[in-house]
């Protein structure tokens, strides 16, 4: 007899008797989803231009992703936000960046509607739609949706990934990481890498595991319930890590340069038909170095960064086959909707000779060419932190302008694949649709069969603002439905209209032009004068490339466009405009805790983000350590903030007390006890006294005196000369008793864990430090 079932929160069908044998059982309904209901796969790549891929003209080889084109459908007029969290919120929401409150990173949020960084709750997450459908729902890799302030243990964890919809999550939560010592989360809690870099880890071949487990441990259960898979690469985002032998594999394939790259790129796009056959090249960027002006020196090591980074795509499109040969062997492949994407055109964030360490530009240091060279064989390794040239930046858009971070087409059109063998005909087709990424979600539902709810636990939910292109699918003449579409981006501005394109530049075309940095704010009366003549014209049905600026000669067609860029823009909630860039990452935010002069830190706790941690630098501190010596002596970490590009470390090993401080890893400055420390309970102590002004703005932090106490007594201490002004280690918080991310300094082998007993460590950032009058005593009597 089958079991009798009614839906939840209806009336009980069954029979109450006074007795078991006088009753009949009925049991609610459980969740499942329709019959043959298909699995869903959003593949996003981090900072992949146009012209990155394989099947998108590119010598790099990325046959795993090619076989989902040859198999699917490639769209040659995908567009995102020019940078990564807003593009993700609009991947999972089918809203715009501003309607999801996240019109820049979360770290860059301020405090207006479209800009906080909250992601509202009415506008509900495709995880959180196909929960309530029967669907397992897994988020693997990168994250860089919740505000940067509640990414601690304190949570709330309402925003993060198992609060918007996940089950299950496995990565990390900021928008960068350091493929050989990530910070990883799992589900809620953090977690150490199972393997180390010697033993071969990479995150790749970690987050490719972890999406296979999470799809076998459900369907071995339940075979028939689909899945929804929001796998996220930290790849091909900085830092560029990948082994050597996968970087090798392009040996002097570069060595011709940018321009030729370009060349080389954009005929094979022309073959493919990705790109229009009377399309024209755009122009050589202005920032951009001409290859044939660059040293021998500088195409050595401009050409490994490149070797460095193809490598690294190869190495994330063979974890990827992983992924997808793992689908083929359970049966799943033909019925899984893949959508591959990337969430912005490729990077500049190596600047104009790239970088060897990434943290050198977040701290205003300039890089050394003799200095990058002396690295050339380690790019790509754990010991760098590296990013390309501008150079490969403008290449790797092909065929189009600028770059992420800014609205031309290089920076907003991005290479987008969909692949559904049971249920799209066409087989390695193109398709030129204008489309968005908020348009993603309205496709999967269309495909789906499954209409937007109107409410998703208890919240009404808002209009989904993307349009469906699921009728482009197997009909390549079929109209675009997607027809206005805004951008901004930190005060770059553009508006796409029925072929029609309006872009207004922040600073300008190119900095070299505009004679200003990134960042440059705008302010009221700047804006009236952009809007009356910053604002360019391109008619990319026949110019696709944005080449031939003609505002002059179409003036009334351009003050159309600027007013619905500002129609647009109200709607959305644009205003106000803000182009300060990195600037906007020291505004204030609200706090979980308030501020505070004394930081307490356990050990065998979670690391603490940067955004949650004390702030020591440029000011006068104290780090005291309460611990248990056993009578073989202890050696580990006490403390640590930071990693490879930057950081401070206080630690005991060979019996001695030690502080180090890293700085952007162009100095390490060493203090070593003269005494070691003795058994028994102790506190052992640092001090840094500031002794000078940071010159911030060229990348000096403040100098000071670095002092080690043992129980009160000085016991060792140096002049630091300089220190990091701004930005410790980019993908490392502070940590316990142990550091699990990359080593502040080479002395020691992560995790390095304290052996003997941490009470607690105390970080005052009052300025209190310890007198000794004796010592001052001595110093006044040497003077005389």
Same mark, same amino acid.
């Given at each position: 007899?089958?079991?009798?079932?009614?839906?939840?929160?209806?009336?009980?069908?069954?029979?109450?008797?006074?007795?078991?044998?006088?009753?009949?059982?009925?049991?609610?309904?459980?969740?499942?989803?329709?019959?043959?209901?298909?699995?869903?796969?959003?593949?996003?790549?981090?900072?992949?231009?146009?012209?990155?891929?394989?099947?998108?003209?590119?010598?790099?080889? &990325?046959?795993?992703?090619?076989?989902?084109?040859?198999?699917?459908?490639?769209?040659?007029?995908? !567009?995102? *936000?020019?940078?990564?969290?807003?593009?993700?919120?609009?991947?999972?929401?089918?809203?715009?960046?501003?309607?999801?409150?996240?019109?820049?990173?979360?770290?860059?949020?301020?405090?207006?509607?479209?800009?906080?960084?909250?992601?509202?709750?009415?506008?509900?997450?495709?995880?959180?739609?196909?929960?309530?459908?029967?669907?397992?729902?897994?988020?693997?890799?990168?994250?860089?949706?919740?505000?940067?302030?509640?990414?601690?243990?304190?949570?709330?964890?309402?925003?993060?990934?198992?609060?918007?919809?996940?089950?299950?999550?496995?990565?990390?939560?900021?928008?960068?990481?350091?493929?050989?010592?990530?910070?990883?989360?799992?589900?809620?809690?953090?977690?150490?890498?199972?393997?180390?870099?010697?033993?071969?880890?990479?995150?790749?071949?970690?987050?490719?595991?972890?999406?296979?487990?999470?799809?076998?441990?459900?369907?071995?259960?339940?075979?028939?319930?689909?899945?929804?898979?929001?796998?996220?690469?930290?790849?091909?985002?900085?830092?560029?890590?990948?082994?050597?032998?996968?970087?090798?594999?392009?040996?002097?394939?570069?060595?011709?340069?940018?321009?030729?790259?370009?060349?080389?790129?954009?005929? =094979?796009?022309?073959?493919?038909?990705?790109?229009?056959?009377?399309?024209?090249?755009?122009?050589?960027?202005?920032?951009?170095?001409?290859?044939?002006?660059?040293?021998?020196?500088?195409?050595?090591?401009?050409?490994?960064?490149?070797?460095?980074?193809?490598?690294?795509?190869?190495?994330?499109?063979?974890?990827?086959?992983?992924?997808?040969?793992?689908?083929?062997?359970?049966?799943?492949?033909?019925?899984?909707?893949?959508?591959?994407?990337?969430?912005?055109?490729?990077?500049?964030?190596?600047?104009?000779?790239?970088?060897?360490?990434?943290?050198?530009?977040?701290?205003?240091?300039?890089?050394?060419?003799?200095?990058?060279?002396?690295?050339?064989?380690?790019?790509?390794?754990?010991?760098?932190?590296?990013?390309?040239?501008?150079?490969?930046?403008?290449?790797?858009?092909?065929?189009?302008?600028?770059?992420?971070?800014?609205?031309? =087409?290089?920076?907003?059109?991005?290479?987008?694949?969909?692949?559904?063998?049971?249920?799209?005909?066409?087989?390695?087709?193109?398709?030129?649709?204008?489309?968005?990424?908020?348009?993603?979600?309205?496709?999967?539902?269309?495909?789906?069969?499954?209409?937007?709810?109107?409410?998703?636990?208890?919240?009404?939910?808002?209009?989904?603002?993307?349009?469906?292109?699921?009728?482009?699918?197997?009909?390549?003449?079929?109209?675009?439905?997607?027809?206005?579409?805004?951008?901004?981006?930190?005060?770059?501005?553009?508006?796409? !209209?029925?072929?029609?394109?309006?872009?207004?530049?922040?600073?300008?075309?190119?900095?070299?032009?505009?004679?200003?940095?990134?960042?440059?704010?705008?302010?009221?009366?700047?804006?009236?004068?952009?809007?009356?003549?910053?604002?360019?014209?391109?008619?990319?049905?026949?110019?696709?490339?944005?080449?031939?600026?003609?505002?002059?000669?179409?003036?009334?067609?351009?003050?159309?466009?600027?007013? &619905?860029?500002?129609?647009?823009?109200?709607?959305?909630?644009?205003?106000?405009?803000?182009?300060?860039?990195?600037?906007?990452?020291?505004?204030?935010?609200?706090?979980?805790?308030?501020?505070?002069?004394?930081?307490?830190?356990?050990?065998? *706790?979670?690391?603490?983000?940067?955004?949650?941690?004390?702030?020591?630098?440029?000011?006068?501190?104290?780090?005291?350590?309460?611990?248990?010596?056993?009578?073989? #002596?202890?050696?580990?970490?006490?403390?640590?903030?930071?990693?490879?590009?930057?950081?401070?470390?206080?630690?005991?090993?060979? #019996?001695?007390?030690?502080?180090?401080?890293?700085?952007?890893?162009?100095?390490?400055?060493?203090?070593?006890?003269?005494?070691?420390?003795?058994?028994?309970?102790?506190?052992?102590?640092?001090?840094?006294?500031?002794? $000078?002004?940071?010159?911030?703005?060229?990348?000096?932090?403040?100098?000071?005196?670095?002092?080690?106490?043992?129980? $009160?007594?000085?016991?060792?201490?140096?002049?630091?000369?300089?220190?990091?002004?701004?930005?410790?280690?980019?993908?490392?918080?502070?940590?316990? #008793?142990?550091?699990?991310?990359?080593?502040?300094?080479?002395?020691?082998?992560?995790?390095?864990?304290? &052996?003997?007993?941490?009470?607690?460590?105390?970080?005052?950032?009052?300025?209190?430090?310890?007198?000794?009058?004796?010592?001052?005593?001595?110093?006044?009597?040497?003077?005389?």
């Amino acid at each position: 007899m089958s079991l009798k079932e009614y839906k939840p929160g209806t009336t009980f069908p069954g029979v109450i008797g006074r007795t078991f044998d006088q009753s009949e059982p009925a049991w609610p309904k459980p969740l499942r989803a329709k019959e043959s209901a298909p699995n869903v796969l959003f593949i996003v790549l981090d900072d992949t231009g146009f012209g990155q891929l394989g099947c998108y003209g590119s010598p790099i080889r &990325t046959p795993n992703l090619n076989s989902l084109a040859a198999g699917g459908l490639i769209y040659s007029n995908m !567009h995102t *936000t020019a940078l990564c969290s807003p593009s993700r919120s609009c991947i999972l929401t089918g809203r715009n960046h501003h309607s999801n409150n996240m019109a820049c990173i979360t770290e860059g949020s301020t405090g207006y509607p479209g800009y906080n960084g909250y992601i509202p709750f009415e506008n509900g997450f495709l995880s959180e739609i196909l929960l309530e459908h029967g669907y397992n729902t897994y988020a693997i890799g990168k994250w860089h949706l919740t505000p940067a302030e509640q990414i601690s243990a304190a949570g709330p964890y309402d925003r993060w990934p198992l609060g918007r919809g996940f089950e299950r999550f496995y990565g990390f939560l900021g928008g960068e990481t350091h493929q050989y010592y990530p910070e990883l989360i799992n589900d809620n809690h953090s977690v150490i890498p199972p393997k180390t870099p010697k033993e071969g880890y990479t995150l790749n071949e970690d987050l490719a595991d972890k999406a296979i487990q999470f799809i076998a441990d459900a369907k071995q259960v339940a075979p028939n319930k689909p899945f929804f898979m929001y796998f996220c690469t930290g790849a091909m985002h900085a830092p560029h890590h990948v082994p050597k032998e996968w970087a090798d594999k392009y040996k002097g394939k570069f060595d011709d340069g940018w321009e030729a790259y370009r060349e080389k790129t954009f005929a =094979r796009q022309k073959e493919l038909e990705i790109v229009p056959k009377d399309a024209k090249l755009s122009r050589h960027d202005p920032d951009v170095k001409p290859w044939e002006e660059c040293s021998s020196e500088e195409k050595k090591l401009y050409a490994r960064m490149m070797e460095v980074f193809a490598g690294f795509l190869e190495h994330t499109d063979h974890h990827i086959g992983r992924l997808l040969q793992f689908l083929k062997d359970v049966g799943e492949f033909e019925n899984t909707l893949i959508m591959v994407i990337s969430d912005n055109g490729a990077s500049s964030e190596g600047g104009s000779t790239g970088s060897v360490n990434e943290n050198l530009f977040f701290n205003n240091v300039p890089e050394s060419l003799e200095e990058n060279l002396s690295l050339l064989d380690k790019l790509g390794g754990p010991e760098t932190f590296n990013h390309y040239a501008w150079g490969w930046t403008f290449a790797g858009n092909t065929p189009f302008r600028r770059w992420k971070r800014e609205t031309y =087409r290089g920076g907003v059109s991005d290479p987008f694949i969909i692949h559904w063998p049971r249920g799209i005909k066409a087989r390695g087709e193109v398709r030129n649709q204008y489309a968005h990424i908020i348009d993603m979600v309205p496709t999967v539902l269309d495909c789906l069969g499954i209409e937007p709810p109107t409410a998703i636990k208890g919240v009404t939910q808002s209009p989904i603002e993307g349009v469906s292109f699921s009728h482009t699918l197997d009909d390549s003449s079929a109209p675009t439905r997607h027809h206005t579409q805004y951008f901004e981006m930190m005060g770059h501005r553009s508006l796409y !209209h029925d072929g029609w394109r309006a872009v207004c530049p922040w600073p300008g075309p190119s900095f070299v032009e505009a004679g200003k940095p990134f960042g440059e704010p705008i302010y009221a009366e700047k804006l009236t004068e952009l809007d009356a003549k910053g604002w360019e014209l391109y008619n990319v049905q026949k110019d696709w490339t944005e080449n031939r600026n003609i505002a002059a000669e179409n003036r009334p067609k351009l003050i159309e466009m600027i007013a &619905t860029w500002y129609a647009e823009a109200g709607k959305y909630n644009v205003l106000p405009i803000d182009s300060r860039g990195v600037l906007r990452l020291a505004d204030e935010r609200p706090q979980i805790a308030a501020d505070r002069t004394s930081y307490i830190y356990y050990p065998e *706790t979670q690391p603490v983000p940067a955004n949650a941690a004390v702030k020591a630098l440029n000011r006068t501190h104290s780090i005291t350590a309460d611990v248990e010596v056993p009578p073989e #002596g202890a050696e580990g970490i006490l403390l640590a903030h930071g990693g490879i590009d930057a950081g401070y470390s206080f630690y005991i090993k060979g #019996g001695k007390l030690h502080w180090v401080h890293n700085y952007v890893a162009k100095a390490l400055y060493h203090v070593e006890s003269r005494e070691n420390v003795p058994e028994g309970r102790h506190q052992l102590r640092f001090e840094f006294e500031v002794t $000078g002004k940071p010159d911030v703005a060229n990348g000096k932090g403040a100098p000071g005196k670095a002092q080690l106490y043992i129980d $009160g007594k000085l016991v060792g201490q140096a002049e630091v000369p300089v220190t990091t002004p701004l930005v410790l280690g980019l993908t490392s918080g502070v940590t316990c #008793g142990s550091a699990h991310g990359s080593p502040v300094t080479p002395d020691y082998e992560p995790p390095f864990e304290f &052996t003997g007993k941490i009470y607690r460590v105390t970080v005052d950032v009052s300025g209190k430090l310890i007198e000794d009058k004796e010592a001052e005593t001595r110093m006044v009597m040497a003077r005389q």
